[in-house]
């Protein structure tokens, strides 16, 4: 399961709801406003979800085929039965949380400008934008779990514990993080 | 008023696909200042009321906790309601069904809160009663609601005798297990069950053992999910807190058993 990702007020994205913003820039363009300049744009991979999503459902059939050739396996045929809805229903809820994941990455663009990170995505005609500006952040760290090594993949996140932004299954998340450090710095040698 | 049906719709969504999102607070702004905190604590009381009286109006309306004898309402009762246009007797047999089919889930949702904010408290993670509140009012309004409703059907309909039976001697031998471990002689009003499992149960009741199931995995991962978030625990914390809502059962019967027997 991801991390929890409470929704925060930040300048950027300045509610606790939806709220319909402009969609963002495309490439690296200039920017949004006179002073933000895209440093960089990036869009989460879809992999490791469609493998988290492959696992789920050949365990889901595995188990479910596996309690209907075994109908003595909990005492009763009934009990089989109910126990193979169980691995099936639950087969079914992650298989969906997967799918809508997969939409929502499909969707989402990670916008790192000189003042800000942003990250934001598009769906049924609203727009979800949530940021951070650089003199906001107060922490950052990259991760990677063991199906993001193997694809080299990473999550970098933001503000942990502070209203978190997580840039999720990002493609070479080295360059990306050390972009990440460099505007940070860039931000606070500018404020010294 | 699309707005609001699109937030309904949305809340529905998180429930079932993202619950640790469904139970998610604004803790960056509880507790801000106490004036902000008692307007946080009215709101999150104003979703549990609003919740309880969806969940307990249809199982008032549809009869259940509606008492086959009339009784008598209080006479100021009855002249306030007389003065509506409304029969007394029948609005006070609907208002103590109502306030009947509320009480359980109410007690269920006070004893969730207590037994979760002190596994929060004891492993010294908690940010604070507001956030232990946020997600069981949230947790209870979705999920023990689910679970209290699926055992009502087994309990009243038609066709799921097996299904009835089989809950019934779970809850049986879960009590008997506290009893004989007292070592307590107290015997249940059914008696101890021959055998767990009954005999044929119906699809219907197979479907509903198994969203029983499905809403008691979401009912502990959802609390589990707002330790996590909302107090900001770690996995191991978080899991203590649950633990200790799941044994709040044991407690429960234990304590009865024992208060019946001194």
Known sequence: ?192 | MVGGVGSVVRSIFDAIIRPQRFVASQTSSYGVTRVEAIRKFGSIVGVYAVNLVAYAIPLTLAGFGVGSVARQPPAVFSRVVASAGVTPSAAWQLLTAFVQNSLFITIATVITLVTFHIGIVLVGKSRGILQSTHTVVYTTSAYLAGIFSGVWYLTTEPGVRGARDLVRNVQAEFVYLIIDALGAGVELPGGRPETIIPGNISTTGEWILALLAISLVYYLGSLYFGARVNHRAGRFSSAVAVIAVALSPIVYVAGSVIAVTI
């Open chain 1, 1 to 192: 399961m991801s991390s929890p990702e409470p929704e925060i007020n930040e300048e950027v994205s300045n509610s606790d709801t939806d709220e319909d913003v402009p969609a963002p820039p495309t490439g690296n363009s200039t920017s949004d406003s006179a002073t933000e300049t895209t440093v960089l744009t990036a869009k989460p991979t879809i992999k490791p979800t469609l493998i988290r999503l492959a696992v789920v459902l050949l365990a889901t059939v595995a188990i479910a085929v596996y309690f209907r050739t075994n109908l003595e396996l909990l005492g009763s045929p009934e009990l089989t039965a109910v126990a193979s809805l169980i691995v099936l229903l639950a087969g079914a809820l992650l298989s969906i949380r997967y799918l809508v994941r997969i939409l929502v990455r499909k969707k989402t663009a990670y916008i790192i400008t000189e003042a800000s990170v942003k990250r934001e995505y598009q769906l049924f005609f609203r727009t979800r934008s949530k940021a951070v500006r650089f003199d906001k952040l107060r922490s950052h760290q990259l991760q990677q779990n063991r199906i993001q090594s193997v694809l080299g993949f990473g999550t970098i996140s933001l503000n942990k514990g502070l209203g978190e932004i997580r840039l999720a299954d990002v493609a070479d998340p080295q360059s990306v993080y050390a972009e990440v450090q460099s505007c940070a710095r860039g931000v606070e040698s500018g404020a010294e």
